[in-house]
């Protein structure tokens, strides 16, 4: 299982020092990648789910869910599965609002 967190901290903090692991911070959103064992040893199929908060109010948010399958695991990473999974639940959204940008103007 692949977990991805999006968090928000204080601008001050440095990420990579252990002690501001303590510091107060806010989960945003969340997307939990599961294999689902089904795909070959080159190709794998995942289950994903998205935790999609509305802007500024990430306790009132919905749960997406999409499937990528023959993800080819050998030859790309984590960062493209989470791509391939936000391109399924998210692209049609962001496509419209570009769109409602350019009217705009």
């Keep these: 299982m692949i977990i991805v967190k ?5 601008d001050q903090v440095d ?9 107060p911070h806010t989960d945003i959103a969340r997307a939990v990648i599961r294999n ?3 795909g070959t040893h080159e190709t794998g ?3 994903v789910e998205l935790y999609d908060p509305p802007a500024y109010n990430p306790w009132a948010g919905v749960v ?3 499937e990528v399958h023959e993800f080819p695991r050998r030859e790309l990473g984590a960062w493209d ?3 391939q999974a936000l391109d399924s639940l998210v692209r049609d ?4 609002q570009q769109g409602a940008a350019v009217a705009d103007l």
């Design 36 to 38: 689902d064992h089904s």
């Design 45 to 47: 199929n995942y289950h």
């Design 64 to 66: 997406l869910e999409t």
């Design 81 to 83: 599965l989470l791509y």
């Design 93 to 96: 959204r962001n496509a419209q």
């Design 15 to 23: 990420p990579d020092d252990p002690r501001e692991k303590q510091r």
């Design 6 to 10: 999006i968090e928000r901290w204080p």
